[in-house]
């Protein structure tokens, strides 16, 4: 099974303005999921949406910022489970932003998907194409 999500887009927008949307929690809540994110090296916080029971999830995402390279790089963990402190998933999420013409380059590689994770990897690697969709009318609105 592939272990990893790659994605890239090309954006009109500045590396600083597609910044934002990764960074500020209220920006975030809009195009992915309500979260208590702060952009501090360490800080722990929970993405979370409604329960999947069918994946052995119970809806909410526990998280850890890791890296942090203003306008250039963010990444964090990505954990997810039934609920009872056993994370049955176990994933980084990891944002690159690099200057692009007049505009900026955005890719994300979430990776460290288990093989217990298939139906998780094939639901996420549509779902963050839709969910940057979202960002990206957000944006352009």
């Not at 009109?12 to 979260?35: C, F, G, V």
């Amino acid at each position: 099974m592939q272990k990893e999500i790659k994605h890239e887009w090309i954006y009109e927008q500045s590396p600083r303005e597609i910044w934002k949307y990764l960074t500020k929690a209220e920006l975030i809540a809009l195009w992915l999921m309500p979260n208590n994110f702060k952009l501090k090296i360490g800080h722990e916080f929970q993405l979370t949406t409604k329960p999947m029971p069918a994946l052995d999830l119970d809806g909410v995402f526990q998280c850890k910022v890791l890296e942090i390279e203003p306008y250039q790089k963010l990444s964090y963990s990505w954990k997810g489970g039934s609920g009872n402190g056993i994370f049955t998933l176990d994933t980084i999420c990891e944002w690159t932003l690099e200057p692009h013409k007049k505009g900026t380059k955005l890719k994300l590689k979430h990776s460290g998907f288990g093989e217990n994770n298939t139906d998780i990897f094939i639901g996420m690697t549509d779902g963050w194409l839709k969910k940057i969709e979202q960002m990206l009318e957000l944006i352009n609105a």
